[in-house]
């Protein structure tokens, strides 16, 4: 498939640890961040999402924490599988129609 | 639910040629966008509509534009390909988010591959 990103930062796990992605904001006025999942050649996927009143938010398998005095925020992945293998994307809104992406985290299981 | 379709999948042209981008959604979004993907640069917005009519620009719109005449369809037009066009692109919609304003988490199709020579 088509590979994007070449020269991201990876991260490299072990199949049944957990993975811990972060991700660092700009916009102190954002209050709606976004996780998002893209598997080679295939179109971002929506993972979990958070609003800034909240600092948690779990779902199956995933947690994305956020710090909006340091303006951080990360993505927990428990029992890390091959099938996570994948760029992880950020992404931020100030509660407009502009959301805006970072550059990504591959993220490599091994077997 | 098909979801976001894009069409084609595949596309070269070459410089100085015009061509549209088609998406459509099933889902009822309001809330359209069009991204392109460079290696290590994430996805740049280049235009969005919040409903049929309405259309805005995004980070990168120099050089596409967009028309949104039903919920549905939101195609992005190449006026005059440039080899600095050479992207992947995406279409995404989205919900209005409940409450807060703003839009909730968007749905991406598969996107274009686009190779201008």
């Known amino acids: 498939g088509e590979s994007v990103g070449l020269h991201l930062p990876t991260l490299s796990v072990q199949e049944g640890d957990n993975s811990i992605i972060n991700c660092a904001y700009s916009?102190?006025?954002?209050?709606?961040f976004i996780w998002y999942k893209q598997e080679s050649g295939k179109g971002p996927q929506f993972i979990i999402d958070?609003?800034?009143?909240?600092d948690k938010r779990q779902g199956q398998r995933v947690t994305v924490l956020l710090n909006k005095t340091v303006k951080h925020l990360s993505l927990q992945i428990a029992a890390t599988q091959p099938g996570d293998s994948a760029v992880y994307f950020c992404a931020e809104n100030n509660g407009g129609f502009k959301t805006i992406f970072g550059a990504g985290t591959r993220l490599f299981v091994k077997a | 639910n098909a979801g976001v379709t894009q069409t084609p999948k595949f596309q070269v042209l070459k410089t100085g040629q015009s061509m549209t981008l088609q998406c459509a959604q099933d889902?009822?979004?309001?809330?359209m966008s069009w991204y392109r993907q460079d290696p290590g640069m994430g996805l740049r917005l280049i235009h969005y509509?919040?409903?049929?009519?309405?259309?805005d620009q995004g980070e990168v719109p120099n050089g596409y534009n967009v028309s949104r005449s039903t919920t549905e369809d939101f195609p992005l037009r190449l006026l005059s390909a440039a080899p600095s066009q050479t992207s992947v692109y995406f279409c995404?919609?989205?919900?209005?988010?409940?409450?807060?304003?703003?839009?909730?988490?968007?749905?991406f199709g598969p996107g274009t591959r686009l190779t201008v020579t």
């Open positions: 509509s919040v409903g049929a009519g309405i259309t």
């Open positions: 958070i609003r800034s009143n909240m």
């Open positions: 889902m009822n979004h309001e809330y």
């Open positions: 916009n102190s006025a954002s209050d709606y």
């Open positions: 995404a919609s989205s919900q209005q988010a409940s409450g807060s304003g703003g839009i909730g988490p968007a749905y």
